[in-house]
Nanobody, 121 residues
Framework: QVQLVESGGGSVQAGGSLRLSCRYI????????MAWFRQVPGKERERVARIYSQSGNTDYDDTVKGRFTISQDNAKNTVSLQMNSLKPEDTATYYC??????????????WGQGTQVTVSS
């Protein structure tokens, strides 16, 4: 089992920055990757960034590439998402996730409670 707690959401004007953090407690689950997803009402949850725990390799959705950076601190059991040049379309609830396979949406067994990000124009 993994417990995940996000923090750092809030409201910001377009062009601004926010940093989301996810602190996790692992009770023996084999974590292969961590990811950040986001969701707006009426739409599917989409992955915006992923990091593989062992290699540190990362990848991003095209809509955030070059603006968002995912990072991990394995010593502190923390995964962060630095979001720069924010746009109104980045407004969503952001979720931290832990997975043992590839962190695709259907493979995620553990989710955080979500943190709201609102970007005004």
């Amino acid at each position: 089992q993994v417990q995940l707690v996000e923090s750092g959401g809030g409201s910001v004007q377009a062009g601004g920055s926010l940093r989301l953090s996810c602190r996790y407690i692992n009770y023996g689950f084999s974590i292969n990757c961590m990811a950040w997803f986001r969701q707006v009402p009426g739409k599917e949850r989409e992955r915006v960034a992923r990091i593989y725990s062992q290699s540190g390799n990362t990848d991003y959705d095209d809509t955030v590439k070059g603006r968002f950076t995912i990072s991990q601190d394995n010593a502190k059991n923390t995964v962060s998402l630095q979001m720069n040049s924010l746009k109104p379309e980045d407004t969503a609830t952001y979720y931290c996730a832990a997975g043992s396979i590839d962190c695709s949406y259907g493979s995620i067994p553990y989710w955080g409670q979500g943190t709201q990000v609102t970007v005004s124009s």
